[in-house]
């Protein structure tokens, strides 16, 4: 309930039953899913842009936004049958499976590169690694896009010669 909105949305999860015991903390929301309403048609209205547009003008605080209990509860929104939920979920997963496939795949690979990074580091530090000799084996520093230039700059030379002896 403190800053509940960042660069990535709405800050909400799921607790599982694999996740307990846990803590909930201070100025934290327990929502639960009632028969009405499950708990993953929940999980997306609270991180929909309908449910961020009705919190953001509502947060007190000065430095720290905050939201209140009161608040949520006073998110009001029409709840479709539970089967048409299902249906809407579905809908929604079918539509972003693709997104969430390339996502994960990303987030794999940058942590990857944080732990190759890191390893590097290390060797380099550690004297595994010695820098000159690893800069020695590394191509030039022209860039696809120089030569490119380069090419474009000999062409227009030549036209300009070509011109000039005509």
């Known amino acids: 309930m403190d800053r509940p909105i960042v660069s990535s949305g709405i ?13 909930l903390l201070q100025r934290v929301a327990r929502l639960r899913p009632t028969e009405r309403m499950g708990a993953r048609f929940m999980i997306l209205l609270l991180q929909s842009r309908v449910f961020a547009t009705y919190i953001a003008p509502i947060f007190t605080g000065i430095s720290v936004p905050h939201l209140s209990p009161e608040q949520i509860k006073g998110f009001k929104v029409i709840l479709p049958s539970y089967s048409e939920q299902k249906g809407i979920i579905e809908y929604i997963e079918n539509e972003t499976a693709t997104l969430n496939t390339a996502i994960s795949r990303l987030e794999r690979e940058i942590t990857l590169l944080r732990e190759y990074h890191t390893c590097l580091v290390a060797d380099v530090v550690t004297g595994k690694l010695d820098v000159r000799e690893a800069a020695a084996g590394l191509p030039d520093e022209s860039t696809p896009d120089a030569i490119e230039d380069d090419a474009d700059l000999s062409n227009e030379t030549e036209s300009a010669d070509e011109e000039a002896a005509e």
């Open 11 to 23: 800050r909400a999860a799921v607790i599982k039953q694999e996740d307990i015991p846990c803590l």
